[in-house]
């Protein structure tokens, strides 16, 4: 079976403060797809980013970076510098090469104190 | 180009109605998933069509259905209502369904409350 797992239920830093958010996920496939949503407080989830299992390099994109491990079963997310406008829920999400369904960790609530 | 939009975007019904969402992909997407979000949880899948063909379902009751039309919208129709269905209802939309690496976009969601 799959499952996602993120830890951090919340996270409370103050601004300019680097955060680490944490996924671990559980897969028996070889093939699949790892990805990071962000779903501010209007609700909608927004797209980050999607790893495949073959490709364990590490990605930065502005003030955000992802640290892909496969012997450790983690895709964890590093926001650098963070500021207010960070705050929101991320979840983390897992999907098999041959399915459609997306596997989703419970969210962490990220509050980005001024 | 628009977005994943959905309608309405609140609604509230009382237990044992029937409701009806709407979906409309991204142009170009053919594939569209239904989940739902209560309240402090991740989301959890419901349905996916592609090409007007359900894909997959996740572990909701038979009250539960959709359907996808000719121009890849959809409908998700939820009958005999009850509390715990008050959720948030996200539709997203991909390019191809083979192709599963594919990011789904979301729509804002309906809001939906059972009084």
């Known amino acids: 079976a799959q499952k996602v797992t993120q830890a951090q239920t919340e996270i409370s830093v103050v601004e300019k403060e680097d955060v680490t958010l944490d996924c671990v996920y559980e897969?028996?496939?070889?093939?699949?797809?790892l990805f990071w949503y962000k779903q501010p407080p209007s609700g909608e989830l927004v797209f980050l980013i999607r790893?495949?299992?073959?490709d364990e390099q590490n990605e930065i994109s502005g003030r955000y970076s992802w640290n892909f491990q496969k012997s450790t079963s983690s895709f964890n997310f590093t926001i650098t510098a963070s500021q207010v406008v960070d705050s929101a829920v991320y979840f983390c999400?897992?999907?098999?090469?041959?399915?459609?369904?997306?596997?989703w960790g419970a969210g962490t609530k990220l509050i980005i104190k001024p | 180009d628009a977005g994943v939009t959905q309608s309405p975007t609140h609604l509230i019904k009382t237990r044992g109605q029937h409701v009806t969402l709407r979906c409309s992909p991204i142009s170009g997407h053919k594939s569209v998933s239904w989940y739902q979000q209560v309240l402090g949880q991740g989301p959890q899948f419901i349905f996916q069509?592609?090409?007007?063909?359900?894909?997959g379902r996740g572990n909701f009751p038979d009250r539960f259905s959709a359907r996808q039309f000719p121009n890849y919208s959809s409908e998700l129709n939820v009958n005999a209502l009850l509390l715990g269905d008050s959720a948030l209802y996200l539709c997203?939309?991909?390019?191809?369904?083979?192709?599963?690496?594919?990011?789904?976009?979301f729509g804002d969601g309906t809001r939906l409350s059972i009084l």
């Open positions: 897969t028996r496939d070889t093939t699949y797809y």
């Open positions: 069509y592609y090409e007007k063909e359900e894909r």
């Open positions: 997203a939309s991909s390019r191809l369904n083979r192709d599963s690496n594919q990011p789904q976009h």
């Open positions: 999400a897992l999907i098999r090469d041959s399915n459609y369904q997306l596997i």
């Open positions: 790893r495949n299992s073959f």
